[in-house]
């Protein structure tokens, strides 16, 4: 297994504008090595004082890949601060909406197109996984029709990453230069409650595992046999809680759907072993 060679880079992009100390304020909580993102290459845990309603400007990378990242919005969409799950923060994404425009909002993650991509994975092991509690499901639109979680590439791209929940059931592809590996679950998620999705590539597997994080049953586990071999990304973007496209941008919900995901998410990780 190579050495990694990325050096520690902490970004916080815009975080301070309306997010200071104030009455009502969330305040970080202690570092909680349980969380586990300082030693992957992507580690989103937004562990900063916020103020619960302000707008999301951007988050802080507590991994090692230098990225840069911000928010992009559509339709009226975006992305507010709220209480996390452990205390500290966690971003509420957009409302589903029956009619008008869709809102669409999403965090973006953009590697550096003069150097090596730090996120791409290659034919090595992968880790991707977000903790969540979704709101309750919705009929769906034709321009809101997912649920993304964590998404790099497009179906159809030579390679791509998502985790997802298509109708409440989680689930994983991967795709590269030997084909597709796809993974789901059996049944849909309780809305309203925190969840971590983990889905694992490692030699000739993907594992798709469900944690409830409020309740005491062990984790609940699928796996595909395959391989999808090498997966490279070239530096597109990588996005989480909506769909984008190649450029960076939520794709015009009048041609393509948003895949726009309805609920709260908090820590995110890619970590390419």
């Not at 305040?27 to 989103?44: C, E, S, T, W």
Request: proline share 10%; net charge negative.
């Amino acid at each position: 297994m190579p050495a990694r060679r990325h050096a520690l880079v902490l970004l916080a992009l815009g975080v301070a504008g309306g997010c200071g100390v104030s009455d009502g304020a969330v305040a970080p909580p202690p570092h909680d090595p349980a969380r586990g993102l300082r030693g992957v290459d992507l580690g989103l845990g937004f562990d900063q004082v916020v103020v619960p309603g302000d707008l999301v400007p951007g988050a802080v990378n507590d991994g090692t890949a230098p990225v840069d990242i911000s928010v992009v919005t559509q339709g009226g969409g975006r992305l507010t601060w709220t209480p996390g799950r452990n205390g500290g923060a966690a971003v509420r994404t957009p409302v589903y909406a029956e009619q008008g425009p869709v809102p669409a909002a999403a965090i973006v993650v953009r590697t550096d197109p003069t150097v090596p991509d730090p996120l791409d994975p290659g034919p090595r092991d992968l880790v991707v996984g977000v903790d969540f509690r979704a709101d309750p499901a919705t009929a769906g639109r034709p321009e809101d029709d997912g649920d993304n979680l964590v998404q790099r590439g497009r179906f159809g791209d030579p390679a791509q990453l998502k985790i997802q929940l298509d109708h409440g059931v989680p689930s994983c592809r991967l795709a590269g230069t030997l084909g597709e590996i796809v993974v789901a679950g059996d049944q849909p998620v309780e809305p309203g409650r925190w969840y971590r999705l983990t889905c694992t590539r490692t030699a000739g597997s993907v594992r798709l595992r469900l944690a409830d994080l409020e309740g005491t049953t062990e984790p609940r586990e699928w796996t595909a046999a395959g391989d999808p071999g090498e997966i490279v990304f070239a530096h597109v973007p990588l996005s989480i809680g909506a769909k984008v496209t190649a450029r960076g941008r939520i794709p015009d919900s009048t041609g393509d759907s948003t895949d726009q995901f309805h609920g709260t998410i908090d820590r995110v990780v890619v970590d390419v072993r």
